[in-house]
């Protein structure tokens, strides 16, 4: 894919862009020729991302401190992308939540706020991404943890599930629609999620991915139009098993690997 003239560059639109997979995923955007508009929570770590992209690149990168678990939110984005007159041509839904402990461990709060952002407010960032582009590339960002129960984080399990359910079935829903639709798969990424389950993480340490070379594979495919992203051989692999083993059998073995 050749980097886009500045007249022609064209606005990739991507949450949780301050860090991350969202980061990666910003990073390449923007080395592919695509403006930036990144949200994020934090005000000064979204700052600080859109510093480091625009020393690396040469494109514009706005910037929206939002929490997209709160329903003001999307009013506030309409509202912003109107007034900058902004119609992103890529779009992802990347933001998200996890908690990694039993689900009688879990605070109503973490619960109820993993939930509004995982899947209340994809659902209506799909919707909005819907009514304002007019072509380009939809993406949600699920996980391989959709394919499979996952005691130890039940929730974030069942959410990322959500996903790549939704998705899919709008992606047919959509089919020959100027606006494709794709739901992005990543498996366990060195990031702070990671780093936020100590040595459980390391568990998966031959899965492990930078987030880069999954954001690098994963715009590859998005501007192919593919309906499910999976980067990474080994995910492939571990995808296909989940789809011939019993579910019981594969809740035991994640059990082992995020109870112990």
């Known amino acids: ?13 991507i949450t949780g862009g301050s860090r991350g997979l969202g980061f ?15 949200i994020a929570r934090t005000e000064e770590a979204l700052r600080q991302a859109a510093g480091t992209l625009r020393v690396e690149g040469d494109g514009r990168v706005e910037i929206l401190p939002l929490d997209l678990s709160q329903e003001d939110s999307f009013p506030r984005l309409s509202k912003a992308l109107e007034e ?5 041509e890529i779009w992802i839904n990347n933001a998200g939540e996890a908690y990694f402990k039993r689900f009688t461990q879990t605070a109503t709060e973490e619960e109820s706020g993993l939930i509004r952002l995982n899947v209340l407010a994809i659902t209506a960032m799909t919707r909005l991404a819907l009514s304002i582009m007019k072509q380009g590339h939809l993406v949600n960002v699920a996980s391989t943890a959709a394919f499979i129960p996952g005691p ?26 100027p ?3 794709s739901v992005l798969c990543p498996g366990p990424l060195d990031t702070e999620m ?12 031959f899965l492990i991915m930078s987030p880069q070379k999954a954001a690098r594979y994963a715009l590859k495919k998005i501007t192919k139009g593919k309906r499910v992203i999976i980067p990474g ?16 059998w594969i809740a035991k073995i994640i059990a082992r690997s995020n109870l112990r």
């Open 1 to 13: 894919m050749q980097k886009l003239s500045a007249v022609e560059k064209p606005w990739a639109l």
């Open 24 to 38: 990666a995923l910003a990073r390449e955007c923007a080395r592919k020729g695509y403006h930036l508009f990144l």
């Open 84 to 88: 900058k007159q902004i119609i992103p």
């Open 152 to 177: 130890g984080a039940s929730l974030y399990y069942a959410s990322k599930s959500f996903v790549l359910n939704f998705t899919m079935a709008l992606s047919v829903e959509r089919k020959n629609k």
């Open 179 to 181: 606006v494709t639709v």
């Open 194 to 205: 990671l780093k936020m389950r100590g040595d459980k993480g390391k568990r998966a340490a």
């Open 233 to 248: 051989l080994l995910n492939k692999i571990m995808v296909s098993c989940t789809r011939v083993l019993p579910l019981g």
